[in-house]
């Protein structure tokens, strides 16, 4: 039958990735943030969910979808890539060519992890200043009862 395939093992389920964005979204509005975008990725890189406030720019979701992008490829927070490279501009440039501009090197995309540590996917977040952006990152995968993975050498 056409109907029998196999399916894809899901690493970040719908109903968690929606977990992510409701208390991401909270946490902004809780702090007064600027509207914002908030992009849930599977650990392939693929978007789970995505939704974007009333009045956040019209360029948010490549942001935050670059942000996570950035997170996933590297293996540490979008921030972190940025804070460990700063004054590698070479490198900086050569990833967001390598990704085909998927990575921004800026605070706002936190990985997802299981209780093992291991990376079930991203979470990328922009609207605000970026640090405001990452809070509120954190603390959607915490509303969903997962770990935020910021760098593990801290």
């Known amino acids: 039958?056409?109907?029998?395939?196999?399916?894809?093992?899901?690493?970040?389920?719908?109903e968690q990735a929606r977990k992510i964005i409701a208390g991401a979204l909270a946490k902004g509005r809780?702090?007064?943030?600027q509207p914002l975008t908030v992009v849930a990725l599977d650990a392939g890189g693929h978007l789970v969910?995505?939704?974007?406030?009333d009045g956040s720019g019209n360029v948010r979701f490549e942001v935050a979808r670059g942000k996570a992008g950035?997170?996933?490829?590297?293996g540490i927070s979008s921030g972190t890539v940025g804070a460990r490279n700063?004054?590698?501009?070479a490198f900086l440039a050569a990833v967001a060519t390598a990704s085909g501009g998927q990575a921004v090197p800026v605070p706002g995309g936190v990985l997802v992890l299981d209780d093992q540590d291991q990376i079930i996917g991203a979470v990328g977040v922009s609207g605000d200043a970026s640090p405001e952006d990452e809070k509120a990152a954190v603390?959607?995968?915490?509303?969903?009862?997962l770990k935020?993975?910021?760098?593990?050498?801290?």
Do not use: C, H, N, T
């Open 49 to 53: 969910a995505a939704e974007r406030e």
């Open 86 to 89: 700063q004054g590698r501009d």
């Open 1 to 14: 039958m056409p109907a029998d395939v196999y399916r894809l093992k899901v690493s970040l389920p719908l």
């Open 70 to 74: 950035a997170a996933l490829g590297i």
């Open 30 to 33: 809780d702090l007064g943030l």
């Open 139 to 145: 603390a959607g995968i915490e509303a969903a009862g």
């Open 148 to 154: 935020a993975g910021i760098d593990p050498a801290a």
